[in-house]
């Protein structure tokens, strides 16, 4: 579960090292080219390269949204393709490999008891699948805070041919180059303990990870599909130029494919408590492209953890920065330890003096803002600026730890790039070409105060946590959540930069750019819940054309809100829907409610809970998702922080925000925060969760799921549709009626009753009936509906014996290998799956099943067959 606290090392460095052996040809020639390559991808600071050919075509044949079999963009397109997220996905799963304790103990990975599937010549073996299907997410920490180098070499097979093979610790630093660059990757520094590889990687027929040592705490996420239609194998050699563009503008840029405005709303307003304003509505077909939200009363959260470096005399500093072409001016903000006085700096662009840096006298613990304007004369018609300052004088240095660039468009500031420096951001350093002169410090992590009253504070965190945002299509409310918390923070106004949104902290704009389809209209509403008014504000709203292939239905965009009080035994619920969707995500709310060792007069009554040093013991729970009904949960996790991409509690608090996962806000005793509470967010683009009938996807709260908290959660998906699927038929196998209906027959078959539990807390059990063990050849009929776009079978089965696998033919026809590398002692009742495509399926009213176990395999286990049938609409 959840990495607990550690001695503290320096952190931020990534040593390279020789290969345990010597990579094959094929890996060094990898290495080569992806080294080669690199230096064509510019960073976030160089001058914009034009778009490759074909970098944004809709590509069907290639796995694009309208593709063979519904699934949805495959490989880079995921990235290329976020207009077209609520198509609905069929014939695939979602999964996850992780380092989960088999026995429901805490040993995630402290032990390394779980972390190999098994081991072999290349070492330690940690995902593994047969058929089609893609890599979509790994994440991997160890102690100290991170650091993978003792994991040795990661080792990626796709259909046979190794794609990647060198020193993990060296492909997390971005030393291989493009793809495997920065926020594509990351190391235990840029997300505040944990190891990151997001990119996507396809197969057609087989894949495996291997690390030459124990990994102690990962977790490999992958799709796997019915079929290899619209599959191409991962190419290690394409850069993906404009994906890495692309991301590295997460939270201050629209990641979609520009497709044009219809309409645009704009409505200033003030809001008094039970108050609505509403815009008038969109009418269609179309899709919110863009929301954003300004409220100048809400005040940034105080309590701010940053990172940052100094230079001394002589010295200075520069990078380089986005702006908007169009811009009618720049304003660049700095970031600073008011501690120090008299700070002076010389701030130039492009060359050009352009104003000069004062901080003052000393402020103690205080951060310290300054903004400087500067001239169209200097920016207009440029998209990139290099940003320059110059020591002149200090009681002590000049010190910069972050720095925001704002573009002036139509008399409004609109943030158009960030850079948040120092050891902790080695990846957005090297992005914006960021460079020191100088250097007299690197401050690891400084914990100081933005100049806010309480009131003022608690005012602020009223406003973001009462307003709600509620959206509705066609008539139906899918959208109900805080503002606060839709836009990525609900601990108050922390800065948030993410992919699909972000929240300007200090009276900037809260951006969303989840797109939300309608085929009639669409009403956006915000209304007052809490007891303090909104004295001003703007809304804007803007539609353009639905992405969504024509002729097919998306699923409407949803963002459900749940909160309430942690319960012992129960998970804490993200979502439980029914139907068919995709879950992308969520934004997590946790106020701990373990009061520190020694504390005083807390009104919590000690039956619930017992004062202890560790007041981040919530953190130790491990996510759950169940997918279409199954008892066996599809993502197992290894702990909080883990599923949020960290590790070690955030690295004791430090806050961080990537594309897809981050935690910008922690607190504790003060600022409303009684105990400790976190905010944190996960975004799952590659490693999406389709399901086609129901998802319960959850988190534990502490390692025996009883920890007590307050806890808020906002989660996006797509969906609102019927459901997909439908059991049309099932074989019992403890039942001889059904053998006999269903014309069942196994060859060197064994049967014992079992009494035994599920993993997880949504069936646990114990349950008892009787499986059979069989090592020759399986056969059955099962009904189907002719209507079918594809089938997938589900067994239930023991998995006490790991690396069962056997041979799938459908009417005589081969359909693949049933693989299944998992096992468990503990708890061993398992339901799995295979998806049968659907040309084997399609228009028949039945099927006959044959399975052949492997040679050298465990015998297959099995105490029931299930056909659930899927259907188009």
Same mark, same amino acid.
């Given at each position: 579960?959840?990495?607990?606290?550690?001695?503290?090392?320096?952190?931020?460095?990534?040593? #390279?090292?020789?290969?345990?052996?010597?990579?094959?040809?094929?890996?060094?020639?990898?290495?080569?080219?992806? @080294?080669?390559?690199?230096?064509?991808?510019?960073?976030?600071?160089?001058?914009?390269?034009?778009?490759?050919?074909?970098?944004?075509?809709?590509?069907?044949?290639?796995?694009?949204?309208?593709?063979?079999?519904?699934?949805?963009?495959?490989?880079? =397109?995921?990235?290329?393709?976020?207009?077209?997220?609520?198509?609905?996905? =069929?014939?695939?799963?979602?999964?996850? $490999?992780?380092?989960?304790?088999?026995?429901?103990?805490?040993?995630?990975?402290?032990?390394?008891?779980?972390?190999?599937?098994?081991?072999?010549?290349?070492?330690?073996?940690?995902?593994?699948?047969?058929?089609?299907?893609?890599?979509?997410?790994?994440?991997?920490?160890?102690?100290?805070?991170?650091?993978?180098?003792?994991? *040795?070499?990661?080792?990626?097979?796709?259909?046979?041919? !190794?794609?990647?093979?060198?020193?993990?610790?060296?492909?997390?630093?971005?030393?291989?180059?493009?793809?495997?660059?920065?926020?594509?990757?990351?190391?235990?520094?840029?997300?505040?303990?944990?190891?990151?590889?997001?990119?996507?990687?396809?197969?057609?027929?087989?894949?495996?990870?291997?690390?030459?040592?124990?990994?102690?705490?990962?977790?490999?996420?992958?799709?796997?599909?019915?079929?290899?239609?619209?599959?191409?194998?991962?190419?290690?050699?394409?850069?993906?130029?404009?994906?890495?563009?692309?991301?590295?503008?997460?939270?201050?840029?629209?990641?979609?494919?520009? +497709?044009?405005?219809?309409? +645009?709303?704009?409505?200033?307003?003030?809001?008094?408590?039970?108050?609505?304003?509403?815009?008038?509505?969109?009418?269609?077909?179309?899709?919110?492209?863009?929301?954003?939200?300004?409220?100048?009363?809400?005040?940034?959260?105080?309590?701010?953890?940053?990172?940052?470096?100094?230079?001394?005399?002589?010295?200075?500093?520069?990078?380089?920065?986005?702006?908007?072409?169009?811009?009618?001016?720049?304003?660049?903000?700095?970031?600073?330890?008011? %501690?120090?006085?008299? =700070?002076?700096? /010389?701030?130039?662009?492009?060359?050009?003096?352009?104003?000069?840096?004062?901080?003052?006298?000393?402020?103690?613990?205080?951060?310290?803002?300054?903004?400087?304007?500067?001239?169209?004369?200097?920016?207009? *018609?440029?998209?990139?600026?290099?940003?320059?300052?110059?020591?002149?004088?200090?009681?002590?240095?000049?010190?910069?730890?972050?720095?925001?660039?704002?573009?002036?468009?139509?008399?409004?500031?609109?943030?158009?790039?960030?850079?948040?420096?120092?050891?902790?951001?080695?990846?957005?350093?090297?992005?914006?070409?960021?460079?020191?002169?100088?250097?007299?410090?690197?401050?690891?992590?400084?914990?100081?105060?933005?100049?806010?009253?309480?009131?003022?504070?608690?005012?602020?965190?009223?406003?973001?946590? %009462?307003?709600?945002? /509620?959206?509705?299509?066609?008539?139906?409310?899918?959208?109900?959540?805080?503002?606060?918390?839709?836009?990525?923070? *609900?601990?108050?106004?922390?800065?948030?930069?993410?992919?699909?949104?972000?929240?300007?902290?200090?009276?900037?704009?809260? !951006?969303?750019?989840?797109?939300?389809?309608?085929? #009639?209209?669409? !009403?956006?509403?915000?209304?007052?819940?809490?007891?303090?008014?909104?004295?001003?504000? !703007?809304?804007?709203?803007?539609?353009?054309?639905?992405?969504?292939?024509?002729?097919?239905?998306?699923?409407?965009?949803?963002?459900?809100?749940?909160?309430?009080?942690?319960?012992?035994?129960?998970?804490?619920?993200?979502?439980?829907?029914?139907?068919?969707?995709?879950?992308?995500?969520?934004?997590?709310?946790?106020?701990?409610?373990?009061?520190? @060792?020694?504390?005083?007069?807390?009104?919590?009554?000690?039956?619930?809970?017992?004062?202890?040093?560790?007041?981040?013991?919530?953190?130790?729970?491990?996510?759950?998702? $169940?997918?279409?009904?199954?008892? +066996?949960?599809?993502? $197992?996790?290894?702990?909080?922080?883990?599923?949020?991409?960290?590790?070690?509690?955030?690295?004791?608090?430090?806050?961080?925000?990537?594309?897809?996962? &981050?935690?910008? @806000?922690?607190?504790?005793?003060?600022?409303?925060?009684?105990?400790?509470?976190?905010?944190?967010?996960?975004?799952?683009?590659?490693?999406?969760?389709?399901?086609?009938?129901?998802?319960? @996807?959850?988190?534990?709260?502490?390692?025996?799921?009883?920890?007590?908290?307050?806890?808020?959660?906002?989660?996006?998906?797509?969906?609102?549709?019927?459901?997909?699927?439908?059991?049309?038929?099932?074989?019992?196998?403890?039942?001889?009626?059904?053998?006999?209906?269903?014309?069942?027959?196994?060859?060197?078959?064994?049967?014992?009753?079992?009494?035994?539990?599920?993993?997880?807390?949504?069936?646990?059990?114990?349950?008892?009936?009787?499986?059979?063990?069989?090592?020759?050849?399986?056969?059955?009929?099962?009904?189907?509906?002719?209507?079918?776009?594809?089938?997938?079978?589900?067994?239930?089965?023991? =998995?006490?014996?790991? &690396?069962?696998?056997?041979?799938?033919?459908?009417?005589?026809?081969?359909?693949?290998?049933?693989?299944?590398?998992?096992?468990?002692?503990?708890?061993?009742?398992?339901?799995?799956?295979?998806?049968?495509?659907?040309?084997?399926?399609?228009?028949?009213?039945?099927?006959?099943?044959?399975?052949?176990?492997?040679?050298?395999?465990?015998?297959?286990?099995?105490?029931? $067959?299930?056909?659930?049938?899927?259907?188009?609409?």
């Amino acid at each position: 579960m959840a990495t607990g606290p550690v001695a503290a090392t320096r952190s931020g460095t990534v040593r #390279r090292r020789p290969p345990r052996r010597a990579p094959g040809m094929l890996a060094l020639a990898v290495a080569t080219v992806a @080294a080669t390559v690199a230096a064509a991808v510019p960073e976030v600071g160089a001058r914009s390269a034009r778009a490759e050919p074909g970098a944004t075509v809709r590509s069907h044949e290639a796995g694009g949204s309208g593709g063979p079999g519904d699934k949805g963009p495959v490989g880079w =397109q995921t990235y290329r393709e976020l207009d077209r997220l609520g198509a609905i996905r =069929q014939s695939q799963h979602s999964g996850q $490999y992780s380092s989960f304790s088999r026995s429901g103990s805490n040993d995630d990975g402290f032990e390394g008891s779980y972390s190999c599937l098994r081991t072999d010549e290349q070492g330690c073996v940690i995902a593994e699948r047969a058929g089609a299907g893609e890599i979509t997410s790994m994440w991997f920490t160890r102690q100290p805070w991170g650091d993978v180098t003792a994991t *040795g070499n990661i080792r990626v097979e796709l259909d046979g041919r !190794t794609v990647l093979d060198a020193p993990l610790a060296d492909v997390v630093n971005g030393e291989l180059g493009a793809p495997f660059v920065w926020p594509l990757v990351g190391n235990a520094a840029d997300t505040a303990g944990g190891a990151v590889i997001k990119v996507p990687m396809p197969y057609r027929e087989s894949m495996r990870v291997t690390v030459d040592n124990n990994p102690h705490f990962y977790h490999v996420g992958y799709r796997s599909f019915a079929d290899a239609h619209g599959v191409d194998t991962f190419d290690p050699t394409d850069p993906a130029r404009d994906v890495i563009r692309e991301l590295r503008r997460f939270g201050v840029a629209d990641p979609k494919p520009d +497709s044009g405005t219809l309409e +645009s709303r704009k409505s200033d307003f003030s809001l008094a408590p039970g108050e609505t304003v509403r815009l008038d509505p969109f009418h269609g077909p179309g899709m919110i492209d863009e929301l954003r939200l300004r409220i100048p009363r809400v005040v940034a959260a105080p309590r701010v953890v940053d990172d940052g470096r100094a230079f001394g005399a002589d010295g200075g500093s520069s990078f380089t920065a986005r702006v908007a072409p169009e811009n009618e001016g720049v304003r660049i903000t700095r970031r600073y330890d008011a %501690n120090v006085g008299a =700070q002076v700096a /010389r701030l130039r662009v492009n060359g050009s003096p352009v104003g000069t840096w004062r901080s003052g006298p000393a402020r103690p613990g205080e951060w310290g803002t300054q903004r400087i304007e500067v001239d169209e004369s200097v920016t207009g *018609g440029e998209d990139e600026l290099r940003i320059s300052s110059t020591f002149r004088s200090a009681e002590v240095d000049v010190n910069e730890f972050r720095y925001e660039v704002h573009s002036k468009l139509d008399g409004e500031w609109v943030r158009t790039d960030v850079l948040d420096l120092g050891p902790a951001h080695p990846g957005e350093e090297r992005a914006h070409d960021y460079r020191i002169d100088h250097e007299v410090f690197q401050r690891e992590k400084l914990r100081a105060r933005l100049p806010h009253s309480d009131e003022r504070v608690a005012e602020s965190d009223s406003i973001l946590t %009462n307003t709600r945002l /509620r959206v509705s299509f066609d008539g139906r409310t899918t959208v109900d959540a805080p503002i606060g918390e839709f836009f990525g923070s *609900g601990l108050g106004e922390y800065d948030v930069r993410r992919l699909m949104s972000s929240i300007d902290a200090g009276k900037g704009w809260y !951006t969303s750019w989840w797109p939300m389809p309608f085929r #009639r209209d669409a !009403t956006v509403e915000l209304v007052n819940d809490g007891p303090v008014p909104i004295d001003e504000g !703007t809304l804007h709203v803007s539609t353009a054309p639905d992405g969504s292939e024509p002729g097919k239905k998306s699923g409407y965009f949803h963002a459900t809100h749940h909160e309430g009080h942690t319960e012992p035994g129960a998970d804490w619920e993200f979502l439980s829907a029914r139907g068919s969707g995709t879950f992308y995500g969520v934004t997590h709310t946790m106020r701990g409610r373990i009061p520190r @060792a020694g504390a005083q007069g807390d009104e919590q009554p000690r039956s619930l809970v017992s004062p202890r040093a560790n007041q981040r013991n919530y953190l130790e729970g491990d996510e759950r998702f $169940y997918v279409d009904g199954s008892s +066996s949960p599809a993502w $197992y996790g290894t702990g909080t922080e883990d599923f949020y991409e960290s590790g070690w509690y955030f690295r004791g608090g430090t806050t961080f925000n990537m594309p897809l996962a &981050g935690s910008p @806000a922690h607190e504790y005793s003060g600022d409303g925060c009684r105990h400790d509470c976190t905010g944190a967010y996960r975004l799952l683009f590659p490693d999406a969760v389709p399901f086609t009938e129901e998802l319960v @996807a959850g988190i534990e709260h502490g390692p025996a799921n009883d920890e007590p908290g307050v806890y808020s959660s906002t989660a996006y998906w797509y969906g609102g549709l019927a459901p997909r699927t439908k059991r049309t038929d099932g074989v019992e196998l403890d039942d001889r009626a059904s053998r006999t209906a269903h014309h069942y027959r196994a060859e060197g078959e064994t049967t014992e009753e079992l009494t035994a539990t599920f993993e997880g807390e949504r069936n646990p059990g114990p349950h008892t009936r009787s499986t059979t063990s069989t090592t020759g050849e399986i056969g059955f009929h099962l009904r189907i509906d002719p209507n079918n776009s594809g089938v997938r079978l589900r067994r239930l089965g023991d =998995q006490f014996h790991s &690396g069962q696998r056997a041979a799938v033919r459908v009417d005589g026809r081969p359909a693949g290998t049933w693989a299944q590398p998992l096992g468990n002692e503990s708890h061993r009742w398992l339901e799995d799956g295979f998806d049968i495509p659907p040309e084997l399926t399609r228009g028949k009213s039945s099927v006959r099943i044959e399975l052949t176990p492997a040679d050298g395999a465990p015998p297959w286990s099995a105490a029931r $067959y299930t056909a659930l049938s899927r259907w188009a609409p």
